[in-house]
């Protein structure tokens, strides 16, 4: 069992960044492959960015590939999302999830509640 707590969202214009963050409890979060996923309002949720256990290697969306990067720490139990060159198509509820596989939704087991990005133009 994990427990995820996303911070890092608010509201910023277009052009900007923002900084995800992802805690987990437990001393097995090294063990996790994590993923950034998100939703928008009247979406469904879609696929963002996974990373491997180690965190050397990552994949990422299309639609975010360039802009965003993963990244993990193990010794902290966090996970990361550096999100750059925003614009209003990011806007979205982005969750973090654990012990996943692949891009899909359903293959991962763990999930946090999720933090509000909103991107102005």
């Known amino acids: 069992q994990v427990q995820l707590v996303e911070s890092g969202g608010g509201l910023v214009q277009a052009g900007g960044s923002l900084r995800l963050s992802c805690a987990a409890s437990g001393r097995t979060f090294s063990l996790y492959t994590m993923g950034w996923f998100r939703q928008a309002p009247g979406n469904e949720r879609e696929f963002v960015a996974r990373i491997s256990r180690s965190g050397s290697s990552t994949y990422y969306a299309d639609s975010v590939k360039g802009r965003f990067t993963i990244s993990r720490d193990n010794a902290a139990n966090t996970m990361y999302l550096q999100m750059n060159s925003l614009n209003p198509e990011d806007t979205a509820v982005y969750y973090c999830?654990?012990?996943?596989?692949?891009?899909?939704?359903?293959?991962?087991?763990?999930w946090g509640q999720g933090t509000q990005v909103t991107v102005s133009s």
């Open positions: 999830a654990a012990q996943g596989v692949g891009e899909s939704e359903s293959g991962y087991a763990y």
